[in-house]
């Protein structure tokens, strides 16, 4: 079976954004970019793990409330898929969390 090659995304830039600013965007640009605008590290987190609003991000809340700006790049074409569907764009910003925050995860079927 062949399997497709894993996208990844190549990180420009990872800036804390302080503007007091409650506007936030992420976006899929042309040329395989992808932009962050004041992302909460909560909102980021749960569109790389496609997760429902019902589902619980646990961690420092000071930490998950920090907004960042975020630029990085791929050498294909970055698409923001749609939830539920889990795809190639987030298992990419997984590795983005992964190698600039060191975010490691335990995904949980809810079931004590």
């Known amino acids: 079976?062949?399997?497709?090659?894993?996208?990844?995304?190549?990180?420009?830039?990872?800036?804390?954004?302080?503007?007091?600013?409650g506007r936030s965007s992420m976006?899929?640009?042309?040329?395989?970019?992808?932009?962050?605008?004041?992302?909460?590290?909560?909102?980021?987190?749960?569109?790389?793990f496609a997760?429902?609003?019902?589902?619980?991000?646990?961690?420092?809340?000071?930490?998950l409330d920090s907004r960042f700006d975020i630029s990085a790049a791929s050498s294909e074409k970055v698409d923001l898929p749609d939830r539920p569907r889990p795809g190639p764009f987030h298992i990419a910003l997984q590795g983005l969390l992964n190698a600039r925050f060191g975010l490691k995860a335990h995904v949980s079927s809810g079931v004590p």
């Open 1 to 21: 079976m062949h399997r497709r090659p894993r996208l990844l995304l190549d990180i420009s830039s990872v800036r804390l954004n302080t503007s007091g600013s």
């Open 27 to 48: 976006r899929a640009l042309p040329g395989g970019r992808f932009e962050a605008v004041n992302a909460r590290l909560r909102d980021l987190i749960s569109t790389a």
């Open 51 to 63: 997760m429902e609003p019902f589902q619980e991000i646990e961690g420092p809340k000071r930490l």
